[in-house]
């Protein structure tokens, strides 16, 4: 496969990569390439990029509950009839929780134990 004139100008632009590359070189480029767009890890990034899209961005900005009977929580009593609101885009950007709320998540680290301990 011949590259068009428009890459080859765009070659002084972006580099010798496997774009603009071509012949051997452009195969041991995609070899290279390749392992990371296998189906599994493209997959396992999708769904680390959606969990992290309904973290920092909940589809309820407020959760509400009426508490049946009196409950103590941190040490606060929560009267029987209260409501009480929690909010997912509060806690979700809490550094108690996260401690980097609005950093990208990295795709190297292993997600299942971050996510069991996040609230």
Same mark, same amino acid.
């Given at each position: 496969?011949?590259?068009?004139?428009? *890459?080859q100008?765009?070659?002084?632009?972006?580099?010798?990569?496997?774009?603009?590359? =071509?012949? =051997?070189?452009?195969?041991?480029?995609?070899?290279?390439?390749?392992?990371?767009?296998?189906?599994?890890?493209?997959?396992?990034?999708?769904?680390?990029?959606?969990? =992290?899209?309904?973290?920092?961005?909940?589809?309820?900005?407020?959760?509400?509950?009426?508490?049946?009977?009196?409950?103590?929580?941190?040490?606060y009593?929560?009267?029987?009839?209260? *409501?009480?609101?929690?909010?997912?885009?509060?806690?979700?950007?809490?550094?108690?929780?996260?401690?980097?709320?609005?950093?990208?998540?990295?795709?190297?680290? $292993?997600?299942? $134990?971050?996510?069991?301990?996040s609230?």
């Amino acid at each position: 496969f011949k590259k068009g004139r428009a *890459l080859q100008r765009a070659k002084r632009l972006l580099g010798e990569g496997l774009l603009t590359s =071509e012949g =051997e070189f452009w195969r041991r480029q995609r070899r290279l390439a390749q392992p990371a767009f296998h189906r599994q890890r493209v997959g396992a990034y999708a769904e680390m990029v959606v969990a =992290e899209a309904m973290r920092l961005y909940p589809p309820a900005w407020a959760i509400g509950r009426l508490a049946l009977e009196d409950h103590e929580v941190g040490g606060y009593l929560i009267p029987r009839g209260s *409501l009480v609101l929690i909010s997912p885009y509060v806690m979700h950007r809490d550094p108690r929780f996260y401690p980097a709320p609005s950093s990208a998540p990295n795709p190297a680290s $292993p997600s299942a $134990p971050a996510r069991a301990a996040s609230p």
